[in-house]
C-alpha cells in the first residue's frame, strides 16, 4: 500500500482562485518525489496541503491507511524546509540544531548524541559553537536542513530550500539532500521550478503547470517519454525544439523539404490530413550532414556558443528555429549552411491542438 496517497486533491482559495485541480498520487515509503513546474503552478499548495499548514478544499489525502485530512501538522509527523529558513540567530548551531527537541522536552544526552549525529552527516561538526551570522549561506541551509532531519520524522517536505544559495553551492546540496534523504529512509517531497534539480534528485517527478499535473514519471521517462509539449520543453537544457506546421499528403515539412511522416509507426497520416502537428527534437539527436534512416534538414547557422563539452548551434531553418548540440571540434562557420540529420526514432510527434504526444 502506498504510504502518502492524494486523491483527487483540490485547493481553491478564499478569494475564489482555483490553485489545483484534482491532483491524485500515490507515494510510497523511502521515495523521493519532486513537483516541478512554472511559478504560480500550484507545487507551494499542494505542499502546504500535505504539511497541513493550508486545507484540503476538496479531495482525500492519507497517510498510510489513515485519512489525514484534518490532523495538524505536528500529529502529521512531518518536517519542513522552506526557501527563508530562519535560523534563531542569537543561538548557536548547536542549539539551532537542538531547538526543537528542546522544546519537546527530550533529556540533554539524547538532544546531545542527536546532534552530533546530524552535524557529522551535514559536515557542521567544527562550527556548533558559531553563531549563524558568522556561516556562509551554504552552511546556513544545512543547518535549516539539519533542524529538519534531527526530528527523524517519516515524512520530510522542502520547499526550494537551495534558492537562496550559489550555483556551486547548489550543487553540492543537492546530493548531500538526495544522500540524506536515502540514508534516512525518509520519505521525501520536494518542490523546485529548476528542471537540473528535479531531474538530477527525484525517484519521480511530478509536473506540474496552472494548478494541473502534467505528468508524473522518473527522469528518464519524461526526458524521452513526455506525455505533451510541455513536458517536453520543460524538461531539458536547451529545451527540445519545436517545428509547428501542417501535414499534407503525408507530409510535413521543414525549411521547405519534404519530412515523410509516414516513417513514423504510431503516427496515423490519414487522421492528420491538413491538420497541424508539433515536430519535436532533442538538440543533441542529431548528427551532422546526410545519414540513412533520418529526416534530413538544412539550415544557416546564426550563432555558435563553445561551452566546452559541446557546442550549442543556433539554426534558422526558414522560417524556424532550432537548437543543436553537437561536438566543438565539428563547430561550423557562423553564417554557413549546413545539413542535420535527425533519426527517425528520435522525432517526436505531438498533436497541434492538443499538443498531446502522438508519436515519441
Ligand atoms: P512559486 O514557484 O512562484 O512559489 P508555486 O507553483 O509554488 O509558485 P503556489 O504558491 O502554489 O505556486 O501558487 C499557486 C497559485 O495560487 C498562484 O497563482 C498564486 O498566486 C495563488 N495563490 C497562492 N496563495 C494564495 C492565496 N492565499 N490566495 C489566493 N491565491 C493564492
Not at 170 to 196: F, K, L
Not at 337 to 342: A, G, K, Q
Amino acid at each position: 500500500m502506498a504510504y502518502l496517497k492524494l486523491k483527487e486533491i483540490n485547493k481553491i482559495y478564499p478569494n475564489g482562485f482555483h490553485a489545483v485541480h484534482n491532483f491524485n498520487l500515490e507515494i510510497e515509503k523511502g521515495e523521493f518525489i519532486v513537483f516541478v513546474g512554472p511559478s504560480g503552478c500550484g507545487k507551494s499548495t499542494t505542499l502546504r496541503m500535505i504539511a497541513g499548514l493550508e486545507d484540503i478544499s476538496k479531495g482525500d489525502f492519507y497517510i498510510g491507511d489513515k485519512r489525514a485530512n484534518e490532523l495538524s501538522p505536528r500529529q502529521r509527523e512531518i518536517a519542513m524546509v522552506f526557501q527563508s529558513y530562519a535560523l534563531y540567530p542569537q543561538l548557536t548551531v548547536y542549539d539551532n540544531l537542538g531547538y526543537g527537541l528542546t522544546l519537546e522536552g527530550v533529556d540533554e544526552d539524547v538532544i546531545e548524541e542527536k546532534v552530533n549525529w546530524v552535524a557529522d552527516i551535514l559536515g557542521l561538526t567544527e562550527y556548533l559553537d558559531r553563531l549563524p551570522r558568522a556561516l556562509s549561506g551554504g552552511q546556513r541551509q544545512r543547518v535549516a536542513v539539519g533542524r529538519a532531519i534531527i526530528r527523524k520524522v517519516g515524512i520530510f517536505l522542502m520547499d526550494e530550500p537551495l534558492s537562496n544559495l550559489d550555483a556551486k553551492q547548489r550543487v553540492t546540496m543537492r546530493s548531500e539532500i538526495s544522500n540524506i534523504a536515502r540514508s534516512t529512509g525518509a520519505t521525501t517531497i520536494y518542490v523546485t521550478h529548476d528542471q537540473t534539480e528535479a531531474m538530477t534528485m527525484a525517484d519521480r517527478i511530478v509536473v506540474m503547470k496552472d494548478g494541473y499535473i502534467q505528468q508524473v514519471g522518473s527522469p528518464f521517462e519524461l526526458y524521452f517519454k513526455p506525455a505533451n509539449v510541455f513536458v517536453a520543453g520543460f524538461i531539458g537544457e536547451p529545451p527540445m525544439n519545436f517545428i509547428r506546421g501542417k501535414v499534407e499528403n503525408g507530409i510535413f515539412r521543414i525549411g521547405g523539404e519534404p519530412m515523410d511522416l509516414r516513417k513514423k509507426p504510431k503516427f496515423d497520416a490519414s487522421k492528420y490530413e491538413g491538420k497541424e502537428i508539433v515536430f519535436g527534437f532533442r538538440p543533441e539527436a542529431i548528427e551532422l550532414g546526410e545519414k540513412e534512416n533520418s529526416f534530413v534538414v538544412n539550415g544557416n547557422v546564426e550563432l555558435t556558443e563553445m561551452l566546452g563539452d559541446n557546442t550549442n548551434v543556433y539554426m534558422n531553418i526558414n522560417e524556424d528555429r532550432a537548437i543543436l548540440k553537437i561536438d566543438p571540434h565539428d563547430t561550423p562557420e557562423v553564417d554557413s549552411n549546413i545539413s542535420f540529420s535527425i533519426p527517425y526514432e528520435r522525432v517526436y510527434l505531438f498533436d497541434g491542438e492538443t499538443e498531446m504526444v502522438i508519436d515519441g
